[in-house]
């Protein structure tokens, strides 16, 4: 499948300094937002925060859409959301930063909806694992649909560190939240398809067997032009060969036949 991306910036001194500066970007967003995770988790001891997490099949634990993914249960949940938010988010961030802003609420919504839709009756769903699952999906997704190298190299990236999460998308271990996992999983997925154009394709480094083949093409096409004459268009005709009967090779007068003998 072919997908006519925007035209690539050049790959120039100035965009490279802008490329450092998305992935610094990134990185400092990624690492703002698991410092909120971390005040959250410091101040939930000061007020009720059950009404906040998502609430299967419940009206109330709508809510918990919103505010369920600020919460966490132990110091553990938090440290292996933070590393994750952290990683992925830099480099979602950084490669598609257009698709990412985008996707992050769709996201934030999908792992939520994934809880209440699935989850059993009464239990109380809350962490930011489904953001690092539907992080991870983009990553890997829209390196299946764009293909160029970037993507692909980040969609890599992506599965080396955290392709397990293929597997914590189905039920494994009691008390992990699989249905949202699931949720963000899925929208970070159906983000991958429709953001996927959002992001101008990286500029294309090549190396340098590359350039050498295109200086040969050209010095060839050079000298072809130069030394071959152009192919005439029409050559005029200057002899044609009379068509005969089949199966005669030489024409004869006819023969006057004359009966009888002279007397």
Do not use: C
Request: glycine content about 8%; hydrophobic content about 45%; proline content about 8%.
């Amino acid at each position: 499948m072919h997908l006519e991306m925007p035209e690539a910036p050049p790959d120039t001194p100035a965009q490279r300094k802008a490329d450092r500066a998305r992935l610094l970007r990134a990185l400092n967003l990624s690492l703002a937002f698991v410092l909120l995770l971390a005040a959250m988790f410091a101040a939930q001891t000061a007020f009720d925060w059950e009404p906040l997490t998502v609430v299967p099949q419940s009206v109330s634990g709508l809510l918990g859409l919103l505010t369920a993914p600020l919460l966490h249960g132990s110091l553990e949940h938090l440290g292996a959301n933070a590393v994750s938010l952290l990683l992925l988010g830099t480099l979602a961030g950084s490669v598609y930063p257009r698709a990412t802003l985008r996707a992050i609420p769709l996201i934030w919504l999908g792992s939520g909806l994934g809880a209440w839709l699935l989850g059993a009756a009464g239990s109380h769903h809350l962490g930011a694992s489904g953001l690092t699952h539907g992080l991870m999906f983009l990553v890997f997704f829209l390196g299946l649909l764009r293909r160029d190298r970037p993507a692909i190299a980040a969609a890599m990236i992506a599965f080396l560190l955290y392709g397990g999460m293929l597997l914590t998308i189905l039920p494994r271990e009691p008390g992990v939240s699989w249905q949202s996992h699931l949720g963000g999983a899925l929208a970070g997925a159906v983000s991958a398809f429709l953001f996927r154009q959002r992001d101008p394709q990286a500029p294309r480094h090549k190396y340098s067997w590359e350039i050498e083949e295109e200086l040969a093409e050209e010095a060839a096409r050079t000298d072809r032009d130069q030394f071959e004459p152009e192919r005439p268009q029409e050559v005029p005709v200057l002899w044609q060969r009379q068509e005969e009967p089949r199966g005669v090779v030489l024409r004869f007068p006819p023969r006057d036949d004359r009966s009888g003998a002279d007397t």
